[in-house]
């Protein structure tokens, strides 16, 4: 059984950092380009980051690039989303993301299959 | 990037109605395209792809359509768990683009 489980949410004043995690399970961990796509409270789906199932290539939505970086350990079947520089706009639900298909995250057809049940960030004061 | 408009940003029927929701691009493309369910407290739920393929284990009473510019979710006969809210996601052009959701309420 697919599974991914978000971790490390949490209350981080302005300025702070948070890393999240993302464990995995039931599938071949490597083989698929993971996603962050994030969820302010009562608002729409944000894609935020993404990453190569070798992990040589990203991707940042414009809101994060140069604050957030992504990064993942295939011994360890585990996505991560280093976020550095918090800001109140960052406040959501972070949500760990699989692909239904092992292509690229740029790929057309790149749709998500699976998601993990989400890690609140509150950044607050 | 693509942008994606939903409408209506809600609706209210009843269990048994016929629902329609609509996703509009801001630029044209094939059927890359996906819908998901999101009920409170949870995470979204894949129900289409390529705008009209059936995601495994998803109700056949959900049916997705359209190309170019202008998409639909249909709910043939609406039940009590069909109560959510519904995102499109277009999966043309990177970076992939959401629309804002419609609200499917209890009449």
């Known amino acids: 059984e697919v599974q991914v489980l978000e971790s490390g949410g949490g209350l981080v004043q302005p300025g702070g950092s948070l890393r999240l995690s993302c464990a995995a399970s039931?599938?071949?961990?490597?083989?698929?380009?993971m996603s962050w796509v994030r969820q302010a409270p009562g608002k729409g789906l944000e894609y935020v980051s993404a990453i190569s199932g070798g992990g040589g290539s990203t991707y940042y939505a414009d809101s994060v690039k140069g604050r957030f970086t992504i990064s993942r350990d295939s011994s360890k079947n585990t996505l991560y989303l280093q976020m550095n520089s918090l800001r109140a706009e960052d406040t959501a639900i972070y949500y760990c993301?699989?692909?239904?298909?092992?292509?690229?995250?740029?790929?057309?057809?790149?749709?998500?299959?699976?998601w993990g049940q989400g890690t609140l960030v509150t950044v607050s004061s | 990037d693509i942008q994606m408009t939903q409408s209506p940003s809600s609706v209210s029927a009843s269990v048994g109605d016929r629902v329609t929701i609509t996703c509009r691009a801001s630029q044209g493309f094939s059927s890359w395209l996906a819908w998901y369910q999101q009920k409170p407290g949870k995470a979204p739920k894949l129900l289409i792809y390529?705008?009209?393929s059936l995601q495994s284990g998803v109700p056949s009473r959900f049916s997705g359509s359209g190309s170019g510019t202008d998409f639909t979710l249909t709910i043939s006969s609406l039940q009590p768990e069909d109560f959510a809210t519904y995102y499109c996601q277009q999966a043309n052009t990177f970076p992939w683009t959401f629309g804002q959701g419609t609200k499917v309420e209890i009449k």
């Open positions: 390529a705008a009209s």
């Open positions: 993301a699989k692909p239904g298909s092992s292509i690229s995250f740029n790929t057309q057809g790149y749709y998500f299959d699976y």
């Open positions: 039931g599938f071949t961990f490597r083989s698929y380009a």
